[in-house]
């Protein structure tokens, strides 16, 4: 009797000794999952055979080809465009090796968000002055922005 009382108490220690592994496991994968990652997939190059593709094209990520629609890219922006028109190219194709900021999702967007609404401002401006049924191109668009604004005011 006293034998079976001491391997219940036994088995009782060890059943802690496990629960408490399995708690300190189970917030380190918790910790672990909530980390933001960047993951940068390589964009996948369809090139046809016998074509001479020059290491240009292979090498820069920034230039969407018609096979990719800018998934492959990472959804973040620029830190500082420097100008209206790298702004834009971020908007309409992305740059760096970013997604294009027009196809981010609701989630992607609310993890960039301030930067996101303060350059939103620029890009539905340009939008509404190249659909407005002026003719404008978006070069013609910006060029415009820059005569009303100056050279030298700040991009966003």
Known sequence: ???????????????????????????????????????VVPARRVVPARRVVPAAMITDPVQPTQNNAGAQFVASLAPNPRTLHLLWKEYQHGIGGRK????????????????????????????????????????IALSRIYEVYGANSPVT
Request: proline share 1%.
């Open 1 to 39: 009797r006293r034998g079976m009382e001491d391997m219940a108490a036994a088995q009782k220690i060890e059943r802690l000794a496990m629960e408490r592994q399995f708690r300190v496991l189970n917030a380190n994968i918790r910790r672990i999952t909530t980390q933001p990652a960047n993951r």
């Open 100 to 139: 294009a900021a027009k196809l981010f999702t609701s989630y992607e967007r609310g993890r960039v968000k301030h930067k996101y609404h303060r350059r939103k401002i620029i890009w539905d401006l340009v939008s509404n002055l190249v659909r407005g049924g002026a003719g404008l191109t978006a070069n």
